[in-house]
């Protein structure tokens, strides 16, 4: 009986003593980040290691940290990085010269790995409409004018890349004076703003009890919707709009930060992002599309459709004229 609870005893001192001895790999990621745990185990199972992942509020925000601690990263590689920030990215130099080698991809980005792409659009929800009899907005002019006032929600393009990817696809649309003097008609119309994406989806919009039919979220959005109601929808109960100067394609991607502690391992990792488990996993987990070429998608992706016109600035112009932008959108809306 003491022969056994010393070997019990014994065991569980060694695995505790291999556990602590585990090379960390640390993954920087934003607030959406949600690969199922599973799936993150399968990379520590294969390279032996701990996998430690820093989230650090939306992608912005996490953009704003790695450039503050580029001397010393906070993490060995990131993952969120889009096509609206990553350009900054470069600019401070916050990517190692060196990446790993890319899978044949659906998109693709500047010094990184392609990981998922998706929609930036406005949904609606269905029965809210319905109910008030009210039609949809066919344009962002409709959308301003007063049959619409108090009705749409959105993320500050400021702190969130939801709000910024819908503000860029804005200027893509309209141009830049047309859009800041159609935010002046939206300041007039009763848009409202809060920081983040869940804030403005889960507590504002109709769907979950808020007060605001329209929300800034993804075309994608509506089919997670049939997913998580586990019977309720046979069809989904949001759509999207997708009007001129109201979609923006964002690309998020993952890279080996400069100065990582463990630059091989951080390099496996972003390969690991595009394995078949990983893009397998990315529909049905953060409800955007797989970015390497041949994933097939869930059954329930059938209830939508990618959209197919999309006008939005050149990388090179949100590189360099993005932050006057955000600027003069929080001068004309919020100040």
């Not at 010269?97 to 500047?110: F, G, I, K, M, W």
């Not at 049939?226 to 923006?248: E, I, N, Q, S």
């Not at 390969?271 to 097939?296: D, F, H, R």
Request: glycine letters at 6%; hydrophobic letters at 40%; proline letters at 6%.
């Amino acid at each position: 009986m003491k022969a056994g609870k010393w070997l019990i005893g014994t065991l569980c001192m060694l695995v505790a003593i291999w556990a602590q001895a585990q090379t960390e790999v640390r993954l920087a990621v934003h607030d959406s980040f949600a690969l199922p745990k599973n799936v993150l185990a399968g990379f520590e199972q294969q390279n032996q290691v701990k996998l430690t992942l820093i989230k650090v509020g939306s992608g912005n925000e996490m953009l704003n940290k790695l450039i503050l601690t580029r001397g010393k990263p906070i993490a060995d590689a990131v993952y969120g990085l889009d096509n609206s920030n990553i350009s900054k990215a470069q600019q401070y130099q916050l990517f190692a010269t060196t990446q790993p080698a890319s899978r044949a991809v659906n998109v693709d980005l500047p010094q990184a790995l392609a990981i998922d792409y998706g929609y930036i659009t406005i949904n609606y929800d269905k029965a809210w409409f319905q109910k008030h009899k009210k039609p949809l907005p066919r344009s962002l002019e409709d959308l301003a004018s007063p049959a619409y006032k108090d009705l749409l929600v959105m993320p500050s393009p400021a702190t969130s890349t939801v709000g910024l990817g819908f503000l860029l696809a804005n200027i893509g649309g309209l141009g830049e004076q047309a859009t800041w003097q159609w935010w002046a008609k939206m300041r007039q119309n009763g848009v409202k703003v809060t920081k983040g994406w869940s804030e403005a989806y889960y507590t504002d919009f109709t769907l979950n009890g808020g007060s605001r039919p329209l929300v800034v979220s993804y075309a994608s959005s509506p089919v997670a919707e049939v997913y998580y109601g586990k019977g309720k929808y046979t069809t989904p109960p949001t759509g999207d709009l997708r009007f001129k100067g109201a979609v923006f394609r964002q690309i998020e991607g993952a890279a080996v930060l400069n100065h990582a502690s463990q630059p091989a391992l951080a390099a496996k990792l972003v390969q690991y992002l595009q394995s078949n488990q990983v893009q397998s996993a990315i529909p049905t987990s953060m409800w955007v599309y797989p970015a390497v070429k041949g994933v097939s998608l869930p059954p329930v992706y059938a209830h939508i459709s990618i959209p197919t016109k999309v006008v939005q600035p050149t990388m090179a112009d949100m590189a360099a004229k993005q932050q006057s932008w955000v600027k003069q959108w929080v001068k004309v809306v919020q100040r």
